[in-house]
């Protein structure tokens, strides 16, 4: 069983449009993540999410909207995509918003046209 | 400014040999350290953790240092293999109270036959 999983693993648009990236846990952890990668392979945080509230919001545009319909998943959504947003997403997930191991999904390699 | 340093070039090593990684810091005072291991088109995956009230930790092969006042933790891998190459990541606490992890941007390590 995959632990944290990610749809879709690949996502090929053009600018302007919107899009939706998945992400469910299997854990029974109470607190979730949404990092970028970008092509230097730099890994920032975006967004954390514990029990459904955000508790982390970085200086991400506003056109990322992260939803956490509950504490098993936590979806990323972008309106007017922009060629600058093209990087691997990432969710995590960890047990609380402690000191705590994260346990990351595979990853979406969104590519903006 | 905070910053977080990590060797940009690969490390190349012959297999047997003890990997040493450094990860430096500035303008943080992070309450733990954590190491990940994050492989060509996969999720980084968590190894290490270590507080700033210990000196070291060890898990099998690995062990990691954290010397607060160098500013600075180092990651070992002794009897290395070629199954060890991969890209390391270091990731402090980034302060506010709950867990942002602050990524460096990574070393990757070459392990050869």
């Known amino acids: 069983d995959t632990a944290v999983s990610q749809t879709p693993k690949y996502l090929v648009t053009q600018m302007g449009n919107d899009k939706s990236i998945k992400c469910e846990q299997n854990?029974?952890?109470?607190?979730m993540y949404w990092y970028k990668q970008d092509s230097k392979k730099f890994l920032k945080i975006m967004f954390s999410?514990?029990?459904?509230?955000?508790?982390i919001n970085e200086t991400v545009p506003n056109r990322f909207s992260p939803k956490s319909p509950d504490k098993a998943h936590l979806n990323l959504h972008i309106n007017s995509l922009e060629l600058g947003d093209s990087a691997v997403y990432f969710c995590a997930s960890s047990q609380d918003n402690r000191a705590n191991e994260q346990y990351f999904g595979p990853g979406t390699r969104l590519t903006v046209t | 400014s905070q910053k977080i340093e990590q060797n940009s070039e690969a490390l190349n090593i012959q297999e047997g040999k003890t990997a040493t990684l450094t990860c430096n810091y500035t303008n943080y005072s992070p309450a733990y350290l954590q190491w990940y291991r994050q492989d060509p088109g996969r999720g980084p995956v968590f190894l290490l953790l270590?507080?700033?009230?210990?000196k070291e930790k060890r898990k099998e092969r690995l062990k990691v240092t954290f010397d607060t006042t160098l500013k600075q933790s180092l990651f070992h891998i002794t009897a290395s293999q070629p199954a060890d190459s991969a890209t390391y990541l270091c990731a402090l606490e980034g302060g506010t109270g709950f867990q942002k992890l602050v990524f460096g941007t990574g070393t990757r390590l070459l392990v050869s036959p």
């Open positions: 270590i507080r700033e009230n210990e």
């Open positions: 999410y514990n029990n459904k509230e955000l508790i």
């Open positions: 854990l029974g952890h109470d607190t």
